[in-house]
């Protein structure tokens, strides 16, 4: 279908509305956090290192567009070169600045980064089909190199537009979200071999039966759990990180249509923080915070203008920070728990999240039985307006009939009234039009077609970054 200027701007103005319809109830926006100045890129990965101060891992002047790959993930601008600029940002945790970065000609299209116990920071790259293991501060060449250079796959040796890392800081075995193509969880020992992948084949029971892009993976209960972000499928979905048996799916409404990033923390009880995205037709984009072990969402939270792009997430140690990346507009948001849980407090602060959502239930439910008592006065008002009405409706007919019959055009037939005389009107297929014949609902009735010739049909469909970003810099002739 194609988006005019006008229609863009109409649906800007509806996105808009919905993003500021809601706003968080428990996690609080912490206004331009990033220092000014700042020129990010399409925002790939985030995570939080031993200081929790933010690692990112951007793009800079690359766009992942619809002609980055042909139709086997083969990455066609490799005339364009690495990306120049620095793509690994560190970021102070409290003013936003930066500390450090590196990267530059090294990265074509960044995706996800994650930094594990020792410090290290993994890395993706979608064009590169490949995982990379750094040192702390980046310095030389990767410790580690998973899948080929440029060449996609699904074998145990490549990867197919791999979306993130996540480390075991136990066993020290990671696991990859093989993400675009191939849709599959590939898990590694800490050489990085390959042990076990886990694909449709363990969820053949749920329905839909298979995962739809694995955008982001966390570790979860006591890392005996791996869990993804099935992205299209809006869910998060959880396997025993041992044996890569399903374990369960969590799914409450609060997710809509897709999710792009969740993140498991032990704090609060544990919990998971999750971002969803953008849907068609469009709903409010929300942050999640969801009780692990019961799948029910405890609060939403987004910020004041809303989120336009959300694509990835960070959660500080302690859980009271959170980070959300946009792919575009390109920019990072911290949000902060305004009621921080003190020490070994975690049980008592869930407790809290549960009363101050409590009140806010109890708030819905008064608006809906204020709803009930507005709706029971609207069904009371319709039936004084149908009892008035019928009456003069019958006055109206019986004025018809009495002024038909005085102008000499009403008379019965057949045991009826004829409109136009005795002889009545005839129509082309010799029925004679009459009160009778009208009221007969299946008398010459011929079947009108239901072709829909003249509508465009619509498909959404989101299988790159690129799509999600040119939703919101469509031109007039661009096909969505």
């Not at 899948?147 to 490549?158: A, E």
Request: with cysteine.
């Amino acid at each position: 279908m194609l988006r005019t200027g006008l229609e863009q701007v109409i649906t800007n103005c509806i996105d808009r509305y919905w993003c500021k319809k809601k706003k968080s109830t428990l996690l609080n926006e912490v206004p331009n956090w990033v220092a000014a100045g700042l020129a990010l890129g399409q925002v790939g990965g985030l995570d939080t290192d031993s200081q929790d101060n933010v690692k990112v891992f951007h793009r800079g002047d690359r766009k992942w567009e619809v002609d980055s790959f042909d139709r086997t993930f083969h990455y066609l601008k490799l005339n364009d070169g690495p990306i120049k600029n620095d793509t690994v940002l560190t970021l102070d945790k409290e003013t936003g600045k930066v500390i450090s970065k590196w990267g530059a000609n090294q990265f074509y299209i960044p995706h996800g980064l994650f930094v594990d116990h020792e410090g290290n920071i993994w890395l993706t790259d979608v064009a590169l089909h490949q995982v990379f293991k750094y040192p702390a501060d980046g310095a030389g060449a990767p410790s580690l190199t998973l899948g080929v250079r440029l060449i996609p796959g699904s074998d145990k040796s490549h990867f197919c537009q791999p979306a993130d890392v996540v480390v075991d800081p136990t066993t020290g075995n990671f696991f990859v979200a093989d993400g675009y193509c191939n849709t599959r969880i590939v898990k590694f020992s800490p050489e990085g071999e390959f042990l076990f992948a886990i694909d449709h084949g363990a969820i053949g029971h749920l329905t839909p039966s298979s995962m739809f892009v694995v955008h982001s993976v966390t570790l979860a209960n006591n890392n005996q759990h791996i869990c993804a972000a099935d992205r299209e499928n809006g869910r998060v979905l959880c396997f025993d990180s041992a044996t890569g048996q399903f374990i369960k799916q969590i799914k409450p409404k609060e997710f809509d249509a897709r999710i792009f990033a969740a993140v498991y923390s032990p704090k609060r009880g544990g919990v998971l923080f999750v971002i969803n995205g953008p849907t068609f037709p469009q709903k409010q984009i929300l942050g999640v915070t969801v009780n692990y072990d019961t799948g029910e969402a405890l609060e939403t939270w987004s910020p004041e203008q809303g989120f336009v792009m959300p694509h990835t997430m960070a959660v500080s140690s302690d859980a009271n920070n959170v980070y959300v990346g946009e792919i575009g507009p390109n920019r990072i948001w911290k949000f902060v728990d305004p009621v921080p849980p003190k020490s070994n407090q975690d049980q008592s602060h869930t407790s809290n999240i549960q009363l101050r959502r409590d009140s806010l239930l109890s708030h819905d439910e008064e608006s809906a039985v204020s709803k009930t008592a507005a709706q029971k006065d609207t069904g009371a008002t319709m039936v004084i307006v149908t009892v008035l009405a019928v009456p003069i409706l019958l006055m109206m007919v019986i004025a018809v009939v009495v002024r038909l019959h005085a102008q000499g055009k009403l008379s019965s037939g057949r045991g009826m009234f004829v409109v136009g005389g005795s002889r009545g009107r005839k129509y082309a297929n010799g029925d004679t039009f009459s009160i009778g014949n009208f009221f007969n609902k299946k008398k010459g009735f011929r079947q009108v077609s239901t072709d829909d010739s003249d509508q465009e049909g619509t498909t959404w469909s989101e299988e790159s970054d690129v799509e999600e970003y040119s939703i919101l810099n469509s031109k007039p002739t661009q096909n969505l």
